[in-house]
């Protein structure tokens, strides 16, 4: 058995998801949850592992991970599932192909601090393509050499398909068939879909079913108090077969992860040696793309937790109630159409830094958390708590009846249990 070790300083954190909706008891089986716990447990163990070992993972940048590499790297696992609605395993649109998006953000450290893909249908990993937009940006934005013209993106922080590919290519992503993406249960669901509109009835929602689906993503803080969120989807969740052709309403970067600031400068005074507060946050969003999109969610989140008290008295959770929550602006959003179109319904993952700097700018504390919430049945998620145990939930404590059922669900695991071997050569 591996031993969990804390490391020094800031401590790494990891939240994962994969999906929200109209998940219940009465549409998710014992059987099937044991899928997702299982699933999502095994991605955040190795990407905590990563995160916490100086390892020869792939996407290491360095002696030690940071952020960006745990996020991208927790994200293309995700990806490689097909349990999940991103890469292998997304859903089709009306049309019978898969279209894909990525985004990814950081709260400081890179020029272009946030860059998305979509439209795309022949990169394996989207995620990845994403990232590599962020990193080319410290030389597309200026380099060390004013006149450098770089053949990358550019200034530019989000690319459709053409433009996109062509960029993967020159890079030397990895480039896949359509059909890599096919799978039968996603077709099937497809099927499903248009025979219920071919009698009248509406494919989007259904309040009786669970289609596993949604964007899933990744929220990390590293050691150097970076916070970085990624998210990658297979199309506009709670939509299925209703998906047209071209559409983008999930990943688009909206800066959800800012960069840290100081909580109150007229405050600055009260700390010995000029010592400064900073905070950040990041997020990820899984739900209907585009209620999210219509209230700007997650950015929304940022600002309630940002701007509503300078002193940071309104905490991330705070901020997640009033928009995510049962009865938050989410929610609102949908008006009458609540619980009837799949409208409004989602969640999200997010961590929150706190820290304090010295004079040098050198940390001398720091306090984090990992925080989720959603509005709907349930919402797949995993993370690593301040105890450094890992937890899987789909539900809230007590929300439904009948929960000791699902094996695992909410129970504390040892991280060194959950990791084989074999994963980490």
């Not at 790494?12 to 999502?40: C, K, M, V, W, Y």
């Not at 705070?318 to 609102?332: F, I, P, S, Y």
């Not at 319904?345 to 700097?357: P, Q, S």
């Not at 939930?393 to 695992?408: A, F, I, M, S, T």
């Amino acid at each position: 058995m591996m031993e969990y070790k804390k490391p020094s300083g800031i401590t790494p954190r990891i939240i994962i998801h994969g999906g929200a909706g109209n998940i219940t008891p009465a549409n998710l089986s014992p059987s099937e949850h044991a899928q997702f716990h299982d699933s999502l447990l095994s991605i955040l163990a190795q990407t905590h592992h990563f995160l916490t070992s100086p390892s020869s993972f792939p996407l290491c940048s360095g002696s030690s991970t940071s952020a960006l590499d745990a996020a991208t790297f927790a994200v293309s696992l995700l990806e490689n599932n097909p349990l999940f609605n991103s890469g292998h395993g997304a859903v089709f649109t009306r049309d019978g192909i898969n279209e894909l998006e990525a985004s990814i953000m950081v709260s400081k450290g890179k020029k272009k601090r946030g860059t998305g893909v979509m439209g795309l249908t022949r990169v394996k990993n989207p995620i990845k393509l994403a990232r590599e937009m962020l990193l080319h940006g410290e030389e597309d934005l200026y380099g060390e050499d004013p006149n450098y013209t770089s053949r990358g993106a550019q200034g530019h922080s989000q690319l459709h398909r053409y433009s996109a590919e062509k960029l993967a290519k020159e890079w030397g992503m990895e480039m896949v068939d359509p059909s890599y993406y096919f799978t039968q249960e996603r077709w099937d669901q497809h099927i499903q879909g248009l025979k219920k509109e071919k009698v009248g009835g509406v494919s989007t929602w259904d309040a009786e079913s669970f289609f596993p689906q949604g964007t899933c993503g990744a929220v990390a803080l590293d050691a150097e108090g970076v916070v970085c969120t990624a998210t990658s989807t297979g199309g506009p969740a709670l939509v299925l077969s209703e998906t047209l052709k071209g559409l983008m309403a999930d990943c688009f970067p909206s800066l959800t992860a800012y960069s840290p600031i100081p909580h109150c400068e007229s405050n600055m005074g009260m700390f010995v040696n000029r010592d400064r507060i900073f905070r950040a946050t990041g997020m990820s969003g899984t739900g209907n793309g585009d209620s999210f999109l219509r209230i700007n969610a997650v950015r929304t989140i940022s600002a309630i937790a940002r701007y509503s008290s300078p002193s940071g008295k309104v905490t991330l959770k705070d901020a997640l109630a009033k928009v995510t929550g049962r009865d938050g602006d989410l929610q609102k959003s949908a008006g009458d159409r609540w619980q009837k179109t799949g409208e409004g319904e989602g969640g999200v993952i997010g961590i929150e830094v706190t820290a304090v700097t010295d004079a040098n700018s050198a940390y001398k504390s720091a306090t984090s958390e990992c925080l989720d919430d959603f509005n709907c049945g349930g919402m797949f998620r995993a993370a690593v708590n301040k105890r450094g145990k890992a937890v899987m939930r789909v539900w809230r404590p007590g929300q439904h009846g009948g929960l000791e059922k699902y094996e695992g669900e909410g129970k504390e695991y040892d991280l060194g249990e959950l990791l084989d071997e074999k994963m980490l050569l």
